[in-house]
């Protein structure tokens, strides 16, 4: 069986960046092959990685409302268009669940998404979701057991109160949990003082590991306005050297 792992968060904390980050991580350390899920109504993980686009989850349910070929039943419909669906890449695949469709969300689109989401889990070491923060569609999927939850956070007040709550509603969306990773994107350095007394407040009163502090990035920033894949980023690089680091220690267990 696949691990998953989950990134969830509120807008503009960082959490596509740092699941981009941890897919290259991954893929140089030959932990592979990755189903990655940009799960993300505003999706752009695949901007982060240099790949194009074709077909999301919202076309496809678009395409539901119409005729079907004649002698096929809906539910191979559904899995094949999910099939062509699926970004190829070495290492990894990538599907993008895209903009939901009026009211309903994906409506009945998610059970086939469940259905083929358990065919096609076996093919992968591990499946990355890159969530909103309410992490709804991770029950759409049917992925109630995630072996690891990012929650990430900016380096504010609001945001660790917002990593908190996401930290509260696992059990409540009936998700369990292995464990749980607190991440805080585009911290000052040094840290504040004020800054790190919240965070060590919420990881002890919610059961939250600190996976570690990232800081702010003038690669990254410079990796995203020229449209470069953040797959490409050099091993000798500051941020690749920082979030290599904390994620040889969250997945020392699991490393060949």
Known sequence: MPQVIAMAGKGGTGKTTTTALLARYLLQKKMTPLLLVDADANANLNELLGVEVGLTLGAI???????????????????LKIHQALIEESGFDLLVMGQPDGPGCYCAANQYLAMTMDRLADNYRYIIVDNEAGMEHLSRMNLRAIDYLFITSDPSARGILTARRIADISAPLGLTVRHQYLLVNRAPQPVPELLLEKINRAVAETGMTLGGIIPSSSELIHQELSGASCLDLGDDTEIIQTVTAIFDTIFADDRP
């Open 61 to 79: 349910r678009k395409e539901l409302k119409g005729e079907l070929p004649v002698g096929m039943t809906r539910d191979q419909f559904m899995e």
